[in-house]
């Protein structure tokens, strides 16, 4: 991309009504950025959803001047940028109509044949959370998947640690510019991410790390990867919203569960309960409604692993459930020989353990 474009990719960035969609009829009508500011306003007008109050200001010479700052800067900085036309533009978010025109990254990110998930959740961790977190990405580890989040305090930072500490690439997606971090104390990580992954962000360098900005950016959350999973978040929270903009995007969205009376598990459960998320309480539980694989001898140990933290009547269904597949509640009662009453709560712990799944129709089957 030519230093002329880039100036123009900026300088539509920076007109107050013209948000991503508008620039990118914009660009497909002119053929390219730099058309736009050579074009008669009147046919610029005739563009469908387009008005004198959109296109108001096109011409400053305010938003020229800070264009070509801001890409000094980039030059000067030796910021690396993807234009949403380029083949190097994340193939996911590609795909979603309001994604950025311009997508600035630092790091090694190496978005090739990956897989790639987001992990949102609230940045009030608790010990529940933390601990689903370290187990979900050891878990997940085998398959090599890309782990997207906000870089954020709570479950953020959590996934992305334990992404990094078992060699997996990150992505942290920032709400401001690169030429700052927020929060601050999460400036010694920013190495480590950059190693074996690294940053995006839509937002210039003279962009502070505001409310409206981390509400705006959480579609980039939602919008790299096939599918969001909110480990904790209570009633009202920007992973809700992150959560609620995949499942606008007809992403898979996972929720993990939590006790009614839990501050933090209220957003999950309402996620699950309105159906707008399906139940994880695992990472083999995500990797088989994607429809990934592990590797068989994985698969094996982790079978085995969880044989062992299963008790009594959890082992005789579990072993039920392992040679005879999906089965419904009362069939699975009558052939181990125990109450419905204790097979229904037994096959909840169970849940909760990661040991069975739930299926439609009252069917339920060992993972």
């Not at 590609?94 to 090694?108: A, V, W």
């Not at 579609?219 to 992973?239: F, H, P």
Request: with cysteine; net charge neutral; proline share 3%.
């Amino acid at each position: 991309m030519s230093e002329n474009e880039l100036i123009a990719l900026l300088r539509l960035q920076k007109i107050p009504n013209v948000g991503d969609v508008i620039a990118k009829k914009l660009i497909d009508r002119c053929g390219t950025p730099e058309a736009i500011f050579k074009e008669k306003l009147s046919n610029l007008l005739k563009i469908d959803g387009i008005g004198t109050a959109t296109l108001n200001g096109i011409h400053d010479t305010e938003h020229l001047e800070a264009a070509e700052e801001e890409a000094r800067f980039i030059q000067n900085s030796g910021i690396r940028y993807r234009y949403f036309r380029d083949k190097t533009y994340p193939n996911q978010l590609k795909h979603c109509i309001d994604s950025p025109i311009l997508l600035f990254e630092s790091g090694n990110i190496d978005l090739q044949d990956q897989k790639i998930i987001s992990v949102v959740g609230t940045r009030n961790m608790t010990g529940y959370g933390q601990a689903f977190c370290e187990r979900f990405i050891a878990d997940m580890a085998p398959l090599n998947p890309i782990i997207v989040s906000g870089f954020a305090y709570g479950v953020d930072i959590a996934i992305q640690r334990a992404a990094m500490d078992h060699g997996l690439q990150t992505i942290g997606c920032l709400a401001h510019g690169l030429n700052q971090i927020y929060p601050k104390v999460h400036k010694k990580y920013v190495a480590s991410v950059e190693k074996n992954g690294g940053f995006f962000t839509e937002f210039w360098s003279t962009s502070n790390p505001e409310r409206e900005n981390f509400l705006k950016r959480n579609r980039i959350i939602a919008g790299l990867s096939e599918a969001t999973l909110v480990v904790e978040s209570a009633e009202k929270g920007g992973s809700l919203v992150t959560a609620d903009i995949a499942y606008g995007y007809h992403r898979d969205v996972f929720a993990v569960p939590g006790r009614a009376t839990d501050k933090y598990s209220l957003g999950c459960n309402n996620l699950i309960k309105q159906q707008k998320a399906q139940l994880v309480t695992s990472a083999a539980d995500m990797i088989y409604l994607l429809g990934w694989q592990l590797e068989k001898k994985k698969e094996a140990s982790v079978q085995k692993q969880l044989f062992v933290e299963l008790e009594g009547n959890e082992k005789t269904i579990y072993t039920y459930l392992q040679a005879n597949g999906k089965q419904l509640l009362d069939t699975i009662a009558l052939e181990c020989a125990l109450p419905i009453f204790k097979v229904s709560s037994t096959l909840l712990t169970m849940e909760m353990k990661g040991a069975i799944r739930p299926l439609p129709g009252k069917l339920f089957e060992a993972i």
